[in-house]
T-cell receptor, first 115, second 109 residues
Framework: GAVVSQHPSRVICKSGTSVKIECRSL??????MFWYRQFPKQSLMLMAT?????????EQGVEKDKFLINHASLTLSTLTVTSAHPEDSSFYIC???????????FGAGTRLSVL | LAKTTQPISMDSYEGQEVNITCSHN???????ITWYQQFPSQGPRFIIQ???TKVTNEVASLFIPADRKSSTLSLPRVSLSDTAVYYC??????????FGTGTRLQVFP
């Protein structure tokens, strides 16, 4: 099956720093990628939709200047949490969809802890 | 976007068959029904997908009635490792998927 690689799996940073998370589709071209965040014991919450070569579409309540998304190629999307604060600590997950199958494949997630 | 409704939790014992039903009354004509499994601190893992009738793969079966307003994920002979949260989603792959609460399945020895 299709593989989506997400890196890093865990990051700990100081408040005020920026953190970049990468999401790669390893064996297929991802025309669309999605970014989610998940708090403990809660469901996934969609943050934004990323299409290759165009600006991301953010969900209501998600600050686009806080969570920068870049989808520069058909296999890579990045999420940068700028000036991270403790309330940004969460589990961030990406997913990708290709053109051959009607399935979204998910990365393993990134645990962000902001001190 | 179709909204889904699932039981919040279910308990089972090893070796039993588990059926999790999902309601999606507003499913659109182009929507597929997809089930994912999620373990703690991991991303969701694709289990099975269907459009209508019945689909079976090596891990599960998916039953979809003619009106497609619900679906049932069937897990045969569950084991302890099947303890996870199961999400039912409807949509097409290029559209955003809205996750509901999911069903937390606990399998006991």
């Amino acid at each position: 099956g299709a593989v989506v690689s997400q890196h890093p799996s865990r990051v700990i940073c100081k408040s005020g720093t920026s953190v970049k998370i990468e999401c790669r589709s390893l064996d297929f071209q991802a025309t669309t990628m999605f970014w989610y965040r998940q708090f403990p014991k809660q469901s996934l919450m969609l943050m934004a939709t990323s299409n290759e070569g165009s600006k991301a579409t953010y969900e209501q309540g998600v600050e686009k200047d806080k969570f920068l998304i870049n989808h520069a190629s058909l296999t890579l999307s990045t999420l940068t949490v700028t000036s991270a604060h403790p309330e940004d600590s969460s589990f961030y997950i990406c997913s990708a969809s290709g053109t051959t199958k009607n399935i979204q494949y998910f990365g393993a997630g990134t645990r962000l802890s902001v001190l | 976007l179709a909204k889904t409704t699932q039981p919040i939790s279910m308990d089972s014992y090893e070796g039993q068959e588990v059926n999790i039903t999902c309601s999606h009354n507003n499913i659109a004509t182009n929507d597929y029904i997809t089930w994912y499994q999620q373990f703690p601190s991991q991303g969701p893992r694709f289990i099975i997908q269907g459009y209508k009738t019945k689909v079976t793969n090596e891990v599960a079966s998916l039953f979809i009635p003619a009106d497609r307003k619900s679906s049932t994920l069937s897990l045969p002979r569950v084991s302890l490792s099947d303890t996870a949260v199961y999400y039912c989603l409807v949509g097409v792959n290029t559209d955003k998927l809205i996750f509901g609460t999911g069903t937390r399945l606990q399998v006991f020895p």
